[in-house]
């Protein structure tokens, strides 16, 4: 019981980003290119991907990589199902 408090208590939010960050990547978004921001999009999948997929490893030491691609599979479908996207 003791680690669960310990834990909660670690999980406090961060402050916010300033203002003048979130303006400064808006207008460097708004600049790009249509190409550039969906090569963006592509690399920030990747890389969610990426960590998901080191998640995986971490969870289940077992899993070749095809038990791992499989999981990383049905977790996005899971995803889409719950977004809606999906049956």
Not at 5 to 23: C, E, G, T
Not at 35 to 50: H, P, V
Request: proline share 5%; with cysteine.
């Amino acid at each position: 019981m003791q680690s669960s408090k310990l834990y909660s208590q670690a999980m406090k939010p961060s402050s916010p980003m300033p203002i003048d960050f979130n303006r400064e990547e808006v207008e460097d978004a708004r600049r790009q290119t249509f190409a550039q921001k969906f090569r963006a999009g592509a690399e920030l999948f990747d890389y969610a991907c990426t960590i998901t997929k080191a998640g995986i490893r971490w969870q289940n030491p077992d899993f070749d990589d095809a038990q791992v691609m499989a999981e990383l599979r049905r977790r996005i479908r899971l995803g889409e199902a719950l977004e809606g996207r999906t049956t």
